[in-house]
């Protein structure tokens, strides 16, 4: 029986590689991208079925999830992966913009994994990558707005952590600096110019497919030119004085 995947945002970058890659190893693709025509190019590549949505609507992962089902007959793997940079300037902020942005980073998600745990407990289990951003575990000043959802959905991923490993269900996140995907193609020549080393849609895609099989809940990959996708960890937080409370970093 083939793994089936749900991959949001997978009509470009990222969404896109992880399909190729996942693909490749046997499993069945359901894409889902607000491109109708990128996700039926990709869709046709890898041999899978697309859906045009936007998932800052709750619906459209529900119905995604659904047609996974009909086409299908299971979900393994689900990743949360569309995202935009929000282009909001904190000088002159642009509050729609500011909306649509918190309603596809951190909606999306949140909407992604209410349609997701169902079907996934329904087939005995399975797992969630959430694809945050370096900009989810550090500033980025360039984009205050966006290191704010990438910071919400690590938030997520680590709150959801042990529920959902409760429930047969893994959820990770990868955390991946500059790729090279037409999500930065504006600052492109910027970087290429410094000689600061970018990653590839399809290194991020490796660390995709091993976050989905991380073996420690909440698992959040840093990933980064050159070097091999690692478990972020933080510093913890001390218990109280007094208390019998070991210090945190869960
Ligand atoms: N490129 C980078 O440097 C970088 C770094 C870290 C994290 N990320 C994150 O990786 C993810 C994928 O980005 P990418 O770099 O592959 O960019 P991309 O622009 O190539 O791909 C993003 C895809 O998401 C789709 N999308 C956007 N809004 C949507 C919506 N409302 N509903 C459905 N689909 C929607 C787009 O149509 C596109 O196909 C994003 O969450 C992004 O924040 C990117």
């Known amino acids: 029986m083939s793994t089936v995947a749900l991959i949001t945002g997978g009509a470009s970058g990222i969404g896109a590689a992880v399909a190729r ?4 190893g046997g499993a069945r693709c359901v894409l889902v991208d607000r491109d109708a ?3 039926e190019r990709v869709a046709k590549e890898v041999g899978g079925v697309w859906m045009a949505a936007d998932v800052s609507d709750p619906d459209a992962t529900r119905k995604a999830v659904a047609l996974a089902e009909e086409t299908y007959g299971r979900l393994d793997l689900v990743h949360l992966n569309a995202g935009i940079s929000s282009g ?4 002159d902020f642009d509050l729609e913009r500011y909306r ?12 992604g994994v209410e349609a997701a745990v169902p079907a996934l407990r329904r087939h005995g289990g399975g797992a969630i990558v959430v694809t945050a951003s370096l900009a989810g575990l550090v500033a980025f000043d360039g984009d205050p707005i966006y290191t704010m959802t990438k910071h919400a959905v690590v938030g997520l991923v680590r709150g959801l952590a042990v529920p959902l490993s409760e429930m047969g269900i893994r959820i990770g996140a990868v955390c991946p600096g500059f790729t090279d995907t037409p999500l930065v193609a504006d600052i492109r020549d910027m970087f290429v ?3 600061f080393p970018l990653l590839t849609a399809e290194d991020v895609a490796a660390a995709v497919e091993s976050a989905f099989y991380a073996e420690e809940p909440g698992t959040l990959l840093v990933v980064q030119p ?3 996708p690692v478990p972020y960890r933080y510093a913890g937080v001390p218990g109280p004085v007094g208390g019998e409370t070991p210090p945190s970093s869960r």
């Open 226 to 228: 050159g070097r091999q």
């Open 21 to 24: 890659r996942l693909s490749s």
């Open 88 to 91: 909001v300037d904190v000088a």
């Open 193 to 195: 110019g410094a000689g």
């Open 37 to 39: 025509a990128g996700a």
């Open 100 to 111: 649509k942005t918190v309603g596809i980073n951190v909606d999306g998600v949140v909407f």
